[in-house]
């Protein structure tokens, strides 16, 4: 009857192992996604300072378009000053909207979009939303397998004793932005 006690703290032993790794799975995880999400503010900072060079050189070439000017700058102030996820991501939607009908007006106008210095801008603009989308990808399925492992079991017990909590995906919320762009070949009246 001596093994009952060695069962029973071999027995323990593995749970504490088992417990142990758990957590530090839920630590990686959790980790990995705060890394993930300030990767993804990295890029937006990038863009929103872009958007005022881009706002200057437009209004060079198309100065009596004044409300387009105003709903990218209210947009990419709105976007600066979101805090929470869910705020950052409708303002972010928003800001890209708004970039949308900046880029939408250049067409209207050949004289800027041979310019160097706007082309430059819009192929950095490019670069930056390939970049937050490819981050934005990432911190999403980082944020799922945290609020996978948060809610499988035996992991859940785990999480539920150490207060972790899941974490909200970064998702479109613009209808506008979900739908397919129209595209037309009619030229742009002016």
């Not at 944020?143 to 004793?161: G, H, Y």
């Amino acid at each position: 009857m001596v093994w009952i006690p060695v069962v029973v703290l071999a027995a323990l032993v593995l749970l504490v192992i088992v417990v142990i790794v758990i957590y530090n799975t839920l630590i990686r995880l959790k980790v990995q996604s705060e890394n993930a999400w300030a990767d993804i503010d990295v890029q937006l900072k990038r863009r929103h300072d872009l958007v005022p060079n881009l706002i200057e050189t437009v209004k060079g070439y198309a100065g009596h378009e004044k409300q387009t000017f105003e709903a990218v700058i209210t947009a990419r102030n709105r976007a600066m000053t979101a805090t929470t996820l869910p705020a950052k991501a409708e303002a972010e939607g928003l800001l890209a909207q708004s970039l949308k009908s900046l880029f939408a007006l250049a067409e209207a106008y050949p004289q800027l979009r041979a310019v160097e210095s706007f082309t430059q801008l819009q192929g950095s603009l490019n670069q930056i939303e390939e970049a937050v989308q490819n981050a934005r990808r990432y911190y999403n399925a980082v944020v799922r397998d945290l609020n996978t492992k948060i809610q499988e079991v035996p992991s859940n017990f785990v999480a539920n004793s150490f207060n972790f909590r899941p974490r909200e995906f970064f998702e479109i919320t613009e209808a506008a932005e979900r739908a397919v762009p129209k595209v037309s070949f009619e030229p742009v009246a002016r």
